[in-house]
């Protein structure tokens, strides 16, 4: 494996030098082929063996002798073609590769980020004897991890290069006493060749099944690894093992029965398995080739068989089976239409009795499909799969909000539209959805991550988000679509019951309302239906950046649904805060109109600050009831340290990325694309331990948290109209004079949603 200092560091002298030898081996092999000199060549030399009168053991013997050797120097040529192409591609990638490192160290190392030998990123700000007076901002943590990120890529695809350029050498240099008749292209072609003999490897291994020794599953595991990603080796894997062989690997890999469920390390090692295979099946289900096509249609129409497995009674359904290796990676997407669509009417068919979980967790078939055993409850349900699936296809996910089940199914089943069906509980028809042993759901985080691709743009665990461009009619209509969809969202989950009520969609919420930011603040601001005439439309760019009106009312009560809870009120603070500064800077030098904004995003924090401290004086009051029981939860909330220049500068992108959490991240939308200007915004909010860690409750202490909460929300609403403001010059009495009407637009905000009744004091 290349490290970091060793590609920047990386001699491509010899490289080189190799690459220009073999131009010239290659050139002086041809003319020994092919002639064009006017000397001895194999291919005169083949002519007039051919043409000879040969007799006796020369006819038999030599004739076939002098033939074949002249043949040789053919397949030396294609062997010294493809021994050329390969170092020339290689020599060219790995330049690239270097270059981009050295830009890459550079670029971060004024940012006072160090990287080390491995790529890791850490933050090295000079000592104060170099720095001298000068003040330096350290790196945020967000920007280390973007820049060991970048490092990272970088080195995969180095590593991917020298990967693929030393097997296809070694492959050349393995004949001792022959020459290839058959060469590589390039680095490309050399991958593919080289996928399809790993497919086929796996496959013989596969045959094996439960079979399979540890030292077999991590051997299978280290090939997969590296090539789940190529085209080549996924076709040739997936066609090799057929539809039916492929779900009866899993399955037969994953539950062998005997009374054993696989623990310890070879659960671990399956755990792999799993995701390598789901990987390398949603690479191959874009692939579209006839083999495949089939593969496709054969995997659907075994989803309603029973999967079996010789000598024991488990035998789950083929979609149990398909949707347990549905949970990474990115699936086509007519692919998952269909399987989705036949998916829930075979479900909705069966269920009529007992329900989805009379259907799926039957214990007469019971079978471990998920790795390590209990990280999905329940496993058995592959609806949950399913809408993993659609999390990381935006379109795909879509599409399946927008359709309905039962519209081509065998029995007479009335058609349900699948937003219906699996969001609004409160339909007749909604889905009655499996729950685990202590009651939860666990499938409502993956119907969160289905709606959250859908109405975002992007998958829902993208470490690098960025809002889907509005370059076309067809992106625009996209755009349409989602935020469509975002307004059915709003109107559903407007109340916390709602969201309580499917435990674990709460998360995804927060991150679509972030998202939609940009609506959201367009939407409230239409006091008593004048936002028509008030010139919202302008302010906001409602026009450029197709905004949607989700209603006014219907957003207040979806926001404070949301900010209740403090992970989601985190989210959404920080989401509007930066939509606020953007929206600010979107006005140019209209100070007018920049106030305008401003005032509205100060309003629309009051509203969400004034959910949250009703929230904190309910949960003290809660606890109150019970004295000596402790407050079990920490009191240090997320820390936001979310940091960004919005401004007027040229190239501005239209979305900044926030984190929220460990795997999650958000583009929130900005109010401009790019505007023309040398002002520049800077803004930044951290949260601070909002309750004491472990605190037994009492009146005293639920007030101090609530007004440090108060006080916290109303310095962040500030912060981009006071950073506003001071770079237009204005005057202390100026400043007073906003600050007094911001204040009252705080107010205005906490009243639009303050629920007296809620309170906990």
């Known amino acids: 494996m290349v490290t970091c200092w060793e590609l920047q560091d990386l001699n491509l002298g010899k490289l080189n030098t190799a690459v220009t030898q073999w131009q010239q081996m290659l050139n002086k092999l041809i003319t020994l082929a092919d002639g064009g000199d006017g000397g001895i060549n194999a291919a005169d030399l083949e002519r007039k063996a051919n043409a000879a009168d040969w007799k006796g053991d020369n006819a038999a013997v030599t004739k076939a002798f ?77 920007e280390v991890d973007t820049a060991a990120a970048e490092v990272g890529r970088i080195l ?78 996924a076709e040739r894997f997936a066609t090799k093992m057929g539809p039916e062989g492929t779900l009866q690997f899993w399955r037969s890999l994953a539950d062998p029965g005997h009374g054993d469920t696989p623990t310890g390390d070879r659960a671990k090692i399956l755990a792999t398995v799993q995701d390598n295979l789901g990987i390398t099946l949603a690479t191959a289900s874009h692939v579209d080739s006839r083999d495949m096509r089939e593969w496709k249609d054969g995997i659907i129409a075994a989803g309603d068989d029973r999967i079996k497995h010789p000598g024991i009674m488990s035998a789950p359904y083929g979609y149990q089976v398909m949707s347990s290796l549905m949970t990474k990676g990115k699936w086509d997407t007519d692919f998952l239409n269909t399987y989705g669509e036949k998916l829930v009417d075979f479900e909705r068919s069966n269920s009529k009795m007992g329900g989805p979980h009379w259907v799926w967790d039957n214990p007469a078939h019971p079978a471990q499909l998920n790795y390590p055993p209990g990280s999905t409850k329940p496993d058995s349900d592959p609806v949950a799969g399913f809408l993993e699936a659609l999390g990381r296809n935006p379109e795909a996910s879509m599409d399946f909000f927008n359709s309905s089940s039962g519209r081509g199914a065998k029995d007479d089943l009335e058609t349900l539209s699948n937003w219906d069906y699996l969001v609004d509980k409160d339909s007749q028809d909604a889905r009655e959805w499996p729950t685990d042993d202590d009651g939860k759901t666990t499938g409502y985080t993956n119907l969160g991550h289905a709606l959250e691709s859908a109405t975002l743009g992007y998958a829902y665990d993208d470490k690098n988000p960025s809002i889907p461009p509005m370059d076309t009619k067809e992106q625009i209509a996209a755009r349409d679509q989602r935020t469509e969809l975002m307004e059915r969202v709003v109107d559903h989950y407007k109340t916390a019951d709602t969201i309580d009520k499917q435990d674990g969609v709460r998360d995804s919420l927060a991150n679509m309302a972030a998202g939609h930011i940009d609506s959201l603040n367009y939407s409230t601001a239409n006091f008593g239906g004048s936002g028509e005439r008030s010139g919202r439309d302008d302010l906001f760019g409602a026009g450029k950046n197709h905004l949607r009106d989700f209603d006014s009312m219907d957003s207040t009560s979806f926001l404070r649904a949301l900010a209740s809870d403090k992970d989601s009120y985190d989210t959404v603070s920080t989401a509007q805060q930066i939509y606020g500064a953007s929206a600010m800077a979107a006005q140019g030098d209209d100070l007018g109109d920049a106030k305008r904004v401003g005032m509205h995003s100060i309003k629309m924090h009051g509203l969400l600050d004034e959910v949250r401290s009703e929230s904190i004086g309910q949960e003290f009051h809660d606890v109150k009831e019970d004295r000596n029981r402790e407050l079990e939860k920490q009191g240090e909330w997320r820390n936001f340290a979310a940091e960004a220049v919005i401004g007027t500068a040229a190239g501005v992108g239209a979305a900044v990325v926030v984190p929220t959490g460990a795997a999650a991240a958000i583009a929130v939308p900005l109010a401009f694309e790019v505007v023309g200007g040398a002002a520049e915004t800077q803004f930044a909010t951290q949260t601070i331990d909002w309750l004491k860690e472990n605190e037994f409750d009492n009146t005293d202490e639920s007030l101090e948290g609530i007004a440090k909460a108060r006080d916290e929300g109303e310095r962040n609403a500030m912060t981009p109209l006071l950073n506003w403001a001071e770079q237009h010059g204005m005057s202390s009495d100026d400043i007073w004079d906003l600050s007094v009407e911001a204040e009252k637009e705080h107010q205005a905000g906490r009243a639009r949603s303050d629920t007296d009744n809620a309170r906990g004091y």
């Open 156 to 233: 995969a695809r180095a590593n991917e290069t020298d990967r693929i350029a030393a097997r296809a050498l070694r492959e050349h240099a393995e004949s001792k006493y022959d020459f290839d008749e058959k060469g590589f292209k390039g680095l490309k072609d050399a991958d593919r060749q080289q996928g399809i003999e790993d497919a086929d490897e796996l496959a013989r291994l596969a045959a094996k099944r439960d079979k399979m020794t540890d030292a077999e599953l991590k051997h299978f595991n280290e090939i997969a690894k590296y090539q789940r990603d190529n085209p080549a080796f």
């Open 66 to 142: 002098t033939t074949a050797t002249a043949r040789q120097f053919d397949d030396m040529v294609t062997e010294a073609r493809s021994i050329h192409k390969i170092l020339q591609e290689a020599h060219s990638d790995l330049k690239k590769h270097k270059e981009d490192m050295r830009t890459t160290i550079d670029k971060w190392s004024k940012r006072h980020i160090y990287i080390n030998e491995k790529g890791g990123a850490s933050s090295a700000l000079p000592p104060s004897a170099v720095s001298g007076n000068a003040k330096l901002e350290p790196p945020t943590q967000e």
